[in-house]
C-alpha cells in the first residue's frame, strides 16, 4: 500500500539493507504491499515457508526474503529478519508526510519556550512556559505541553497528547493520540474523618530513547519522585501506568494491561493483554 515518490531500483533497496540480491537488481519497484494485494511493482516479504502457497498466487514480481525460500522466478532480496528489513526499507523509501518546519499559524508558544528551528509546531498545539523542543521533533495539532516539558529529538507527538508540568521526553519517542503523560496520580490518603482525600502528586514521568506509547494510554507523575519508562520500551493502546512505576529497557506492555502504583517491571519483559499488577 504505501507507494513510493519515485521508483527504487532493487540495487539500490539492496544496498540500503545491506542484503543480497537475487534476479534482476534493476527491477524498479513502486510501493510496498501485502502478499495477496502486491501489484506487480510492489514490494513483499515472505517471513518463512508457511507463507509459500501464498507467494505463488501473489502478483509481486520482487519479495524481500528468508534465505532458502523459493521465490519461483522472481527477484529478491535475502535477509535472515525480512520483516524488519521491510519495516526499514518502508521507513526510508515510503516515509510519512512531515508537516512543514516552524510554527504552524495558531499555534499558541509561550515566549519563554525553546523551540529547535527545525522543529514543527501544528496549528492549535500549546507550548508551556519555558518548554524544550529538539532538533526535528514534532508536535502535531492540537498537542499541549504544558509549563517546563523537555523534548528531544526526532519525536513525534500526535494530536490529542497531553504532556503535564516537567514530563521529560527523550530522543526518537514517538506519542501515539491521545497519550497522556503527567497526570495526577491515583493516591489517597483518609482524613480525620476516614474519607479519602488526594494525597499530593509533585513528581515528573521521564520517558527515555526510543519509547513509543500507543493511543490514549496514560503515565501517571510519581507522588515525589519519578514514573520511569527506559529505552525502547513498547507500550501499545489503552494502557495504564500508575505513578512511580519503573518499566524497564525493552519491555513490551500489550493494549489494556494496567500497572499499580509502584510496580517494576524488568528488561525485556512482555505483559500481555488485560494483565496487571
Known sequence: MPRTPRPVRLAE??????????????????????????????????????QGPVLSESRARAVLALPGIDLEGRAGLRSPRPALDFSRAIREFAPLPRPDVGI???ALVDP?????????????????AR????????????ATLAADVEIGDDCWIHSGAVLREETRVGDRVVLQPGV???????????DEAGRPVSMV????VVIEDDVEIG?????????LDETRIRRGAKIDNLVQIAHNCDVGEDVLIVAQSGLS?????????????????
Open 180 to 190: 497522556v503523560l503527567g497526570a495526577d496520580g491515583f493516591g489517597l490518603v483518609p
Open 104 to 106: 504552524a499559524e495558531g
Open 261 to 277: 502504583g509502584g510496580t517494576v517491571v524488568g528488561r525485556g519483559a512482555i505483559v500481555m493483554a488485560q494483565a496487571g499488577t
Open 131 to 142: 518548554c524544550r523542543i529538539g532538533a526535528r521533533s514534532i508536535v502535531f495539532a492540537n
Open 201 to 204: 502528586q509533585r513528581g515528573r
Open 13 to 50: 533497496l539492496a544496498d540500503f539493507l545491506g542484503c543480497d540480491i537475487e534476479g534482476d537488481g534493476t527491477f524498479e519497484i513502486g510501493g510496498f504491499a501485502s502478499l495477496r494485494r502486491a501489484a506487480p511493482d510492489e514490494l513483499v516479504f515472505v517471513r518463512d515457508a508457511s
Open 215 to 223: 493511543a490514549n494510554s496514560t503515565v501517571d507523575r510519581a507522588t
Open 112 to 128: 519563554t519556550a525553546s523551540i529547535d528551528p527545525t522543529a514543527s509546531i501544528g496549528p492549535g498545539a500549546r507550548i508551556g
